[in-house]
C-alpha cells in the first residue's frame, strides 16, 4: 500500500516509484491506482473535416489570388477618376471601374462563403486558431467596408464630398483586406 500523496507526486511525474512509508494518520490506496493516474493523460480528439472542406479551402486560396490585381487596378482606376471627375466616357478608367467594383464583390462573396463554412467545419481544430480568428475578423470588416463603399458610391458621382468619402471607405477596407490577406500567407507565418 502506498499513501495519496505518493499518487499526486507520481501523477505530477515528481516522485519515484519506490513507495514511501506513510505518515500517520493518512489514507492508503492500491498501488494498481497509482498506475491508472500516472498513465491517464488527456487525448485531444483529432478534428475530422468533411468531403468537402478540401474543395472549399482550394477555391478560396485560388481566388484569394486575385484579391491584390483586382485591389491594384480598382485603385488605379479610381485615383484617375478621383483625380478628373469630367473624363469622357470612353477613358479607361470610366469603363473599368464599376466592373472591377463587382469583381471585388464577387470575390469577396465567394471567399466569404467558402472562408466563413470552412471556419465553422473547423471550429474544433485548435492549431492555428487565433491566426484564423484574425483573419476572418478583418475579412469580415473589409466585406462591412466594401458594402459601404457600394452604396457611397452609387451616391459619389457629382457629389465633392460624396467622391471623398466613397474613395476613403474604399481604400480603408483594401487595407483591412490586405492586413487579413497578409496573416494567412504561410510565409509570414512560418509554415
Known amino acids: 500500500m502506498t499513501c495519496i500523496w505518493l499518487v499526486v507526486a507520481l501523477a505530477s ?6 513507495p514511501a512509508p506513510c505518515p500517520a494518520g493518512m489514507d492508503t490506496v492500491p498501488t494498481a491506482a497509482i498506475v491508472a493516474v500516472a498513465d491517464t493523460v488527456p487525448q485531444v480528439a483529432p478534428v475530422e473535416y468533411g468531403e468537402w472542406y478540401g474543395r472549399r479551402l482550394a477555391v478560396h486560396r485560388t481566388a484569394s489570388y486575385a484579391m491584390v490585381p483586382l485591389f491594384a487596378a480598382q485603385y488605379a482606376a479610381g485615383r484617375r477618376l478621383y483625380g478628373n471627375p469630367a473624363l469622357e ?7 473599368a471601374h464599376k466592373p472591377l467594383a463587382y469583381g471585388v464583390a464577387a470575390l469577396f462573396t465567394v471567399n466569404t462563403v467558402t472562408g466563413v ?7 474544433r481544430e485548435r492549431e492555428g486558431r487565433g491566426r484564423r480568428t484574425a483573419h476572418v475578423l478583418l475579412m469580415l470588416a473589409a466585406d462591412a467596408g466594401f458594402t459601404a463603399t457600394g452604396v457611397l458610391g452609387s451616391r459619389a458621382a457629382g457629389e465633392g ?3 471623398t468619402v466613397h474613395r476613403n471607405v474604399a481604400v480603408g477596407s483594401m487595407a483591412v483586406a490586405l492586413a487579413g490577406y497578409l496573416v494567412m500567407l504561410p510565409q509570414l507565418r512560418g509554415d
Open 13 to 18: 511525474g515528481v516522485a519515484s516509484t519506490a
Open 89 to 95: 466616357g470612353d477613358d479607361w478608367a470610366r469603363r
Open 117 to 123: 463554412w470552412n471556419l465553422w467545419e473547423g471550429r
Open 161 to 163: 464630398g460624396s467622391r
